[in-house]
């Protein structure tokens, strides 16, 4: 496990050659920015070597990254954030259970808001409503997100809606035509592509913590999906016909997910609700809705000001606080 909340001299090489991108950088150059002697760059560089960084080092030019590991661990994460809180504490494993469980007992340790866990894989990886999530190791991001945002316990539905427009966004940009199946589950051309476990702890009158659990298949191959998955699964890479790179995405994620939870806090829930409406692909359609305690069809109307689903029904306007949606025809 990585926790840090500094970068170490070998982040700030790796961050010196990532930033130099396809140019080389002479040792002389990373020393002198870096207040490092020589000896101690060259230690860094073999550092990185041995952790599966191909680094060329040509004489008299320096140094030039050639590869970098797929991995989400600190070093190819931190130099890839730009963000203020969420990410800037990053516990990362091998393999967990699940990263929702870690992230849990961290907020209820004490975890500070914005820390991240992150795993390569997981061997109880958890869904909506008892499901399970599976993802196959290293291919796919699996993490969790602890938020402790100043809500009341009966406004954290929000933050739900919040990570999906978050989420879709950073889809979106990286060039898949993702939308919003209510409340959370990213679909592309109908297949599902991303889903959100939300968990919270509160007391009567304030939302302790909350937990974001975020499963996005991003490089998994079409017959590494269980069998029953196959047709109603998709990937980032199988939409886009190559490989995502996962630090590049994960960024991306966390950075859409601050912007959109900075804009919750000064401006409430309306301009979600507005971006909801707007990537959602559950409005104007017909869909048989399985909510805790029934289960109805009709067409879904919109998302009231609480991220409720509002469906017509032959009986009159539902709302749906939390349940599971099927898409029907087209209106
Ligand atoms: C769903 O669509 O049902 C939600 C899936 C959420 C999966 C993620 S993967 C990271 C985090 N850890 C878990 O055990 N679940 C969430």
Redesign the pocket.
Known sequence: MIESARPGSEELVLGFLAEAGDEFVSGEAISDKLGLSRAAVWKHVDALRAQGYRIDAVPARGYRLMEIPDRLGELELRPLLNTHDLGQVLHWFEEVG???DIAKRLADDGAAHGEVVVAEA?TA????RG?V?ASPTGRNL???IILRPDLPPSRASELTLVASVALCQAVRQAGVPAGIKWPN?LLVHGRKLA???TELAADPDRVQWVVL???VNVNVRAEEFPAELRDIATSLAMERGEPVPRALFAAAVLSSLEEWLDRHAEDGFPPVREAWRAMSITLGREVRVRASDRDLEGVAEDVDEAGALLVRTPAGLERVLAGDVELLRPR
């Open positions: 699940s990263t929702n997981q990886g958890r869904g909506r499901r999530w699996t993490f969790s589950d889903g959100i476990l659990g975020i499963g």
